[in-house]
C-alpha cells in the first residue's frame, strides 16, 4: 500500500529510519537478511530486543501503561514495515506477542507488574506449551496432568513441538485439571518455571535440519498454584484469548520483502538471454501475488486498528492466518522458480553472518531454506483446515 502520509506521520517515518540506520549494526541488519524461519535466531534476536527496549519499543502494541507505545494505527504499521524494509532482526513472539497480551488480559495484578518487565526486557524468554503427542489440532484433548497438592500442582506428561524451549527459561502451558464434563472445561492454564525440578528438553530437528522445536517431558514437576492463569478448570478461554494474539502478524511486510526478492531475481538475466519477468505465465502470478498482498496488507490494518482500540483480535486473526499462509507459500513457490537459474542452492553455511553467498547474488541463497521452512506456516498455530473450521463456525455461523 503506498501510504499518503500526514506531516506528522512523514515526521514519524524520519525518526524511525534516522533511528534505524543508527541502532541496526550491520551484524544485526546481516543476521535479519539472512533469517529463513519465522524465529529470528535467538541471539541477535535478543540483542534487537533490547536495544529496542532502551527505546521504549519492544512491544509497540502493548497498551502505554505496560510499556507499549501510544502509536496511531499508521505508525505502528510504518514502524513494522520499516523494520522489515531495514532487515531488522524479528522478535521472538511466544514472549512479546503471546504471552504479553495474554497476561495483560487475563493476569492477576502481581503477574502483570511481575513477568511484563521481564518480558520485556528479555529477562524471561517464554515458550509455548499447548501440542501434545496425539493432541494437536483436536487441542482440547491433551492429557498432560496437573494434580493438585496443597498450594502446588505436580505435572506429568509431554509437549510436542515447542519451539525455542531450549532457550526459554519459562512456558505457559495447558494441562488437565479435571477429566470430568467436556474435555474443555477441565484444562487449567500454567505459568512453569523451565528450571523446576523433572523437566528435560529434548530437540526435534525441523525439515532444514534446524533445531528449532522441541519435545518436553514432565516428571512430577511442582508448579505452585499462585502461577495459574485464570480459575482452575477455565484456562480453554486464556487458551483461546492468546491464538488470537499469535495468528496475526503483519505478514504483508514480510511478503514485501519477499516479492522484492522475487522481483529482482525475475528480471536478472538468464544464459539464454531472457528474463523470467519476460514470461507471461510467471508474470501473471507475480502481478496476481501483489494484488493478493494489497489486499492482505489491508486486511491486517483493519486488526491493528482494533489492536489499537485496545480490543482484541477475534476470530478474524485466523482469516489472516490462511491468508498470510497461503499467500507467502505462493510467493516461495515463485521464488524458488526464479532461483532455478542459480541451481537453486542449499548451503546452510552460507546462511551464517559474516559467511559468503557462493552464488554472487546473497538473496538467492535464502530462498530454498526459506521456501522449506515456510511450509509450516500451513500448520504452525492451527493447521489451515481447522483455521476454516473456525472461520465457519464463528465468522460464518455454519
Ligand atoms: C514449525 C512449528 C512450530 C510449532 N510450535 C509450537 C509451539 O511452540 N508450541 C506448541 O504447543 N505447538 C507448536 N506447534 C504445533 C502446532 O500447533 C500443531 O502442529 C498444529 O496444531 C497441528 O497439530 P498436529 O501437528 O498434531 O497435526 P494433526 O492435528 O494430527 O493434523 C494432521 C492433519 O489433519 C488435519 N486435520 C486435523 N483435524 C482436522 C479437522 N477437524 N478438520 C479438518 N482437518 C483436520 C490437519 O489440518 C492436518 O493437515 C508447532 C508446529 C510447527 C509446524
Not at 546481516?30 to 529496542?52: D, N
Not at 492477576?108 to 493432541?135: A, F, H, M, N, V
Not at 494489497?294 to 491493528?304: C, D, F, P
Request: hydrophobic share 40%.
Amino acid at each position: 500500500m503506498d501510504l499518503k502520509l500526514s506531516s506528522e506521520d512523514a515526521r514519524f517515518r524520519e525518526e524511525v529510519r534516522d533511528f534505524l540506520s543508527k541502532a541496526l549494526t550491520a551484524e544485526l541488519r546481516e543476521a535479519g537478511r539472512k533469517r529463513t524461519s519465522l524465529w529470528q535466531e535467538i541471539e541477535s534476536a535478543m540483542s534487537w530486543q533490547s536495544i529496542l527496549h532502551a527505546k521504549g519499543w519492544a512491544a509497540p502494541d502493548w497498551p502505554v501503561e505496560h510499556g507499549g507505545t501510544d502509536w496511531t494505527l499508521p505508525q505502528r504499521y510504518i514502524f513494522a514495515l520499516e523494520c522489515a524494509q531495514a532487515e531488522a532482526p524479528l522478535l521472538i513472539p511466544m514472549s512479546l506477542k503471546m504471552c504479553g497480551p495474554m497476561l495483560i488480559g487475563y493476569g492477576t495484578t502481581d503477574q502483570k507488574s511481575y513477568y511484563l518487565p521481564r518480558i520485556l526486557s528479555g529477562e524471561d524468554i517464554w515458550c509455548q506449551g499447548y501440542s501434545e503427542p496425539g493432541s494437536g489440532s483436536d487441542l482440547a484433548s491433551l492429557s498432560t496432568s496437573a494434580v493438585s497438592d496443597g498450594d502446588e500442582y505436580i505435572i506429568n506428561g509431554s509437549k510436542i513441538w515447542t519451539s525455542y524451549a531450549h532457550h526459554a527459561n519459562m512456558m505457559f502451558a495447558l494441562v488437565r485439571t479435571s477429566t470430568e464434563g467436556k474435555v474443555q472445561q477441565g484444562i487449567s492454564f500454567l505459568l512453569i518455571d523451565m528450571k523446576a525440578g523433572g523437566i528435560s528438553v529434548e530437540p526435534i530437528l525441523n525439515l532444514e535440519g534446524v533445531h528449532e522445536f522441541n519435545q518436553v517431558f514432565f516428571n512430577d514437576v511442582r508448579v505452585p498454584k499462585i502461577n495459574r492463569v485464570g480459575k482452575e478448570n477455565e484456562g480453554w478461554s486464556v487458551a483461546k484469548y492468546l491464538l488470537e494474539f499469535e495468528r496475526f502478524s503483519m505478514s504483508s511486510v514480510e511478503l514485501r520483502r519477499i516479492l522484492s526478492k522475487v522481483e529482482a531475481l525475475a528480471k536478472s538475466t538468464r544464459s539464454d538471454g531472457g528474463t523470467l519477468a519476460d514470461e507471461a505465465g510467471y508474470c501473471r502470478q507475480l502481478v496476481q501475488l501483489k494484488i493478493d498482498a494489497l489486499a492482505l496488507e489491508t486486511s491486517e490494518q483493519r486488526v491493528l486498528s482494533s489492536l489499537s482500540a485496545g480490543k482484541r483480535p477475534g476470530s478474524v486473526s485466523s482469516v489472516l492466518n490462511v491468508q498470510s499462509a497461503e499467500t507467502l507459500q505462493r510467493a516461495d513457490m515463485l521464488a524458488v522458480e526464479a532461483a532455478a537459474y542459480y541451481g537453486l542452492p542449499y548451503q546452510p553455511e552460507a546462511l551464517r553472518v559474516g559467511a559468503e553467498s557462493p552464488v554472487g547474488d546473497e538473496s538467492a541463497t535464502t530462498i530454498m531454506p526459506t521456501y522449506l521452512s515456510n511450509r509450516m506456516r500451513t500448520i504452525a498455530g492451527g493447521s489451515s483446515e481447522v483455521q476454516r473450521n473456525i472461520i465457519a463456525k464463528a465468522i460464518l455461523q455454519l
